[in-house]
């Protein structure tokens, strides 16, 4: 079974200008994630989707960052304009669709991302 | 509110044995898990409780005591390679499996 997969795996960019990040989950799960993590902490959760729909984006920063999963598969996220603050790796993850039990949380790599 | 707290470091020997603590205040509790995160790599499942008492995985095993807000990592057999980070997260109340995350905790194992 394949995993989470991500790209890409490092960006560098300067403030102020636009990046995207793409995630493909394990075939069949329906919930994607995606995590901010900054360097010695735990993931932030910034967007959760079930199916192509939003469940939670609470604590995205909304006036730069937006995110989408149109088929209910695939998902980007994307900052613009960047801020130095937003270096950081961004994680993507995703579940089954358990009601109950278990509903562990696949990772993929992560892309690990610089703002200068 | 909704917190998490576990040390944020700790240190041990090759051979020996560790625990990982971690308590909670969460809205709701739908269960726990700890994750594995070597530096540079993405998290990876160790356990999940969602009832009082220990769950053993090899040399790996994990407490949960619902009433006290407490669980613990307990790593037997050290080995180098457990050198990592290991996050507790908890599945707080809500149907949509939403995760609260702990900052970690940095396990250096020396020789």
């Known amino acids: 079974e394949a995993g989470v997969a991500q790209s890409p795996r490092y960006k560098i960019i300067e403030k102020r200008q636009s990046v995207a990040f793409w995630c493909n989950p394990i075939?069949?799960?329906?919930?994607l994630y995606w995590y901010q993590q900054i360097l010695g902490q735990g993931p932030k959760l910034l967007i959760q989707f079930q199916n192509n729909g939003v469940v939670d984006d609470s604590q995205l920063p909304k006036d730069r960052f937006s995110a989408e999963r149109l088929k209910g598969v695939d998902s980007t996220l994307k900052i613009q304009p960047a801020k130095l603050e937003d270096s950081a790796v961004y994680l993507c993850?995703?579940?089954?669709?358990?009601?109950?039990?278990?509903?562990?949380?696949?990772f993929g790599p992560g892309t690990r991302l610089t703002v200068l | 509110g909704q917190n998490i707290d576990q040390p944020t470091e700790m240190t041990a020997t090759e051979g020996a044995i560790v625990q990982i603590n971690c308590t909670y205040q969460t809205s709701g509790f739908n269960g726990l898990f700890w994750y594995q995160q070597h530096a540079g790599e993405a998290p990876t499942f160790l356990s999940y409780?969602?009832l009082d008492g220990l769950e053993e995985k090899g040399r790996f095993s994990s407490f949960l005591s619902r009433s006290k807000g407490y669980s613990y990592l307990l790593l037997k057999e050290l080995q180098m390679k457990d050198s990592a980070s290991y996050l507790c997260a908890v599945e707080g109340d809500g149907n949509n499996r939403k995760l609260i995350w702990g900052l970690g905790t940095s396990l250096a194992v020396n020789p």
């Open positions: 409780n969602v």
């Open positions: 075939s069949g799960h329906a919930t």
């Open positions: 993850a995703s579940s089954p669709e358990g009601l109950a039990g278990n509903n562990e949380q696949f």
